[in-house]
């Protein structure tokens, strides 16, 4: 999957908000593992999925709510966004991810 940008977290926690507070954390998720899919599927045939993009998280919500995805705010917003996070932070812990920060050697910090 193409790395995770602040527009692809703004995007799928509002496209959330359309859908029953109970099923986000299988709604991300499946949205994380079908723009992993479809960034293998353009790796592979050069083109983007016809139906989940091409492999950024935003492409794969895009079209899959009809909340707008400008101007994120209020409490719904902010839990779909740190439920989205948990399930990125869940993701990465099952894949075995280490945070680049963990093997900082602190150079680039005395600067």
């Known amino acids: 999957m193409r790395a995770i940008g602040l527009s692809d977290l703004v995007a799928a926690a509002r496209a959330a908000e359309a859908f029953p507070k109970d099923s986000w954390p299988q709604?991300?998720?499946?949205?994380?593992?079908?723009?992993?899919?479809?960034?293998?599927y353009r790796k592979k045939f050069r083109r983007s999925h016809r139906i989940w993009g091409c492999g950024s998280l935003a492409s794969r919500v895009a079209g899959a709510s009809p909340v707008s995805l400008c101007a994120p705010q209020g409490l719904m917003f902010r839990a779909s966004l740190g439920t989205l996070l948990a399930a990125i932070a869940q993701r990465q812990e099952k894949r075995g991810v280490v945070e680049p920060s963990m093997n900082c050697d602190q150079r680039c910090h005395n600067l």
């Open 27 to 40: 709604l991300f998720e499946s949205w994380l593992d079908q723009a992993h899919a479809a960034d293998k």
